[in-house]
């Protein structure tokens, strides 16, 4: 994909050096390992002046995120979606991928476009941050996350295959959308508190109830 695809390196914008010297009262907390420990100071835990190494806070507009896709036909992995990744010790697996599924123009011919049904080995922690998301479009709403942990099937809802497979193929430019993605050769743990959460979809699987056989051996 050459130097420019992707997501490039000078879109990652990175803080210009501060520093603040105050006196007083300052409890400093640090996690670790899950656990918050703290101490109290006298002093600003911000009056470092200098800075060795290569690690950095930064931010990044997702919206400047140069986005591949198929002019052909077939689904592509959404692998070409990572705007960052962690490589694992083992090759070809990741700690964790962030992946993004931005405003893109659909062309493929003779092509089921949205994401087809599948169960990976990646566990896949998914969120919506604005408009709609094509496979899912009604129950899938701006803030919402779901979860599937490697080995689960999972793919697009009973609404939308049935919009997809209806379909006319003409070029479908998705404009308002914005979802992001961690992926993940580790499975995913829920907390208590996730799992007890209000907002919880106690349906969440009726979604593929309405889908039919489609399988034909001749």
Not at 145 to 156: F, K
Not at 163 to 184: R, Y
């Amino acid at each position: 994909i050459g130097a420019n695809g992707l997501a490039d390196p000078r879109d990652f914008c990175y803080p210009v050096a501060q520093f603040e010297d105050k006196t007083g009262k300052f409890t400093l907390i640090a996690k670790y390992q899950g656990h918050l420990f703290q101490a109290e100071l006298g002093h600003s835990p911000l009056d470092v002046v200098g800075w060795r190494g290569n690690y950095a806070p930064y931010k990044y507009n997702l919206d400047k995120f140069q986005v591949l896709g198929s002019i052909s036909f077939d689904h592509p992995d959404p692998s070409i979606f990572t705007v960052l990744t962690s490589p694992s010790e083992i090759p070809g697996t990741a700690n964790v991928d962030f992946v993004i599924f931005a405003a893109r123009w659909l062309v493929m011919q003779n092509t089921f476009r949205p994401p087809y049904y599948h169960r990976n080995v990646m566990s896949e922690f998914m969120g919506l941050v604005r408009g709609r998301y094509d496979a899912k479009e009604t129950g899938f709403q701006p803030g919402g996350v779901s979860l599937h942990n490697a080995m689960v099937p999972h793919g697009p809802d009973a609404e939308a295959f049935e919009k997809a497979v209806g379909a006319d193929l003409k070029p479908q430019h998705l404009t308002d959308t914005l979802a992001i993605m961690f992926e993940s050769s580790l499975p995913f743990q829920v907390t208590a508190f996730a799992s007890n959460a209000k907002e919880l979809q106690k349906d969440y699987l009726s979604c593929w109830k309405g889908l039919k056989s489609h399988f034909k051996p001749e």
